[in-house]
């Protein structure tokens, strides 16, 4: 067997490995995938006709892209905390004693959580069309909206292995909490016109802001005339981002796992 299809070999194994581990927790898988449905029903439900007339009347239609992105954006957590608890129960150091690479381990387990995240992104499209969202787009539209938020996801998959396998379980609480600005400070929930002038521009530098404009975009919700240079463009930096993520995280997630958490 060539190199490459070891390595293949390696990471469809390791992959299998992560999946079968999920018949053990299926109240914690199934949290997972429905954690991103309940904000998405408090936002409609208790701010929607609020923040709908600041959307132009049609809240769900705004704020579904920036549910799917926030979904996306959401299985980091879980990506750390696994290779953080992982590492510190020594099953880390047991695959690096054998004669694989450190490629085939975390691309396994990115493999798995990618595969998460699918599950999770079809329970809240599905919950929005029950809630009554009607998206009209084409099938090129809508593999072009699948594939930024797979972009996204895969992206974070390796820098939640990087962050969890050097932050290890105590500093993966800190990362999880600061999750949460990042997410508000964006155009996931509201339009970045109705924040202050000083901090649209923060918010519209946001990948998350990247891709929710973009996926408005595709979705029949375009930015409007006079949207900032980033919004106007997010179409670029949704895919630039995401690329420029892996350039940094996959070569670090990688020697971070055979060096081992220092």
């Known amino acids: 067997m060539t190199a490459v299809g070891t390595v293949v070999s390696d990471v469809w194994t390791m992959a299998g490995r992560e999946v079968l581990h999920w018949r053990n927790r299926p109240g914690l898988k199934v949290f997972g995938w429905l954690f991103p449905v309940m904000l998405m029903g408090m936002f409609t439900a208790l701010l929607g006709g609020a923040l709908g007339q600041a959307s132009g009347g049609d809240y769900l239609a705004f704020v579904m892209p920036g549910v799917l992105t926030m979904t996306a954006f959401f299985g980091l957590d879980g990506t750390m905390a696994g290779v953080a608890a992982e590492s510190e129960r020594g099953v880390t150091d047991r695959f690096r004693s054998l004669p694989t690479s450190g490629l085939a381990v ?8 990618l595969l998460d995240s699918v599950v999770a992104l079809a329970v809240v499209a599905a919950t929005g069309l029950v809630f009554g969202w009607r998206p009209d787009l084409t099938p090129a539209q809508a593999l072009a909206v699948v594939g930024l938020l797979l972009l996204l996801r895969f992206a974070m998959l390796f820098a939640g292995v990087y962050l969890g396998l050097k932050a290890g379980p105590e500093g993966v609480q800190s990362v999880q909490i600061a999750v ?3 997410l508000f400070l964006s155009s996931v929930f509201v339009d970045t016109a109705t924040m202050p002038g000083w901090l649209a521009p ?6 998350l802001s990247a891709t929710t404009t973009a996926l408005r975009g595709l979705l029949g919700f375009p930015v409007g005339p006079d949207a900032s240079w980033l919004a106007a463009h997010a179409a670029t930096f949704a895919v630039v981002g995401p690329l420029l993520l892996l350039v940094l995280f996959v070569p670090l997630s990688t020697s971070a796992w055979r060096a081992g958490r220092r």
């Open 202 to 207: 923060v918010a519209d530098a946001n990948p």
């Open 106 to 113: 975390v691309g396994g387990r990115c493999a798995a959580d």
């Open 180 to 182: 949460w600005p990042v």
